[in-house]
Nanobody
Framework: QVQLKESGGGLVQPGGSLKLSCVGS????????MGWYRQAPGKQRELVAA???????NYADSVKGRFTIARDDAKDTVYLQMNSLKPEDTAVYYC????????????WGQGTQVTVSS
């Protein structure tokens, strides 16, 4: 069974940094797209960043230049380095893995809370 486990969330002051990690198990992730989503209270879940098996990345406009997604397939892990954090980045951050050619292959982690506040 595919499982994803996020870590690295917490409380940080505006302008600070955090690095999220997501470790996968139960599958071979090298062929997968890996992504980070977030959901703030009262808002819809939104894509933050994604990286495909060729290392091609995609970012939400709101995080471009501040966040960096990276993957280590040897460790079945995807990272999200978050710099220059803003209060509006406060949300639960979720890891997702999927294969665009296989609709039934789509898995989510349980999320990690990120709070940006002074």
């Amino acid at each position: 069974q595919v499982q994803l486990k996020e870590s690295g969330g917490g409380l940080v002051q505006p302008g600070g940094s955090l690095k999220l990690s997501c470790v996968g198990s139960g599958s071979a992730f090298g062929f997968n797209v890996m992504g980070w989503y977030r959901q703030a209270p009262g808002k819809q879940r939104e894509l933050v960043a994604a990286i495909d098996s060729d290392g091609i990345t995609n970012y939400a406009d709101s995080v471009k230049g501040r966040f960096t997604i990276a993957r280590d397939d040897a460790k079945d892990t995807v990272y999200l380095q978050m710099n220059s954090l803003k209060p509006e980045d406060t949300a639960v951050y979720y890891c997702r893995t999927w294969r665009p050619t296989t609709a039934t292959y789509d898995y989510w982690g349980q999320g990690t809370q990120v709070t940006v506040s002074s």
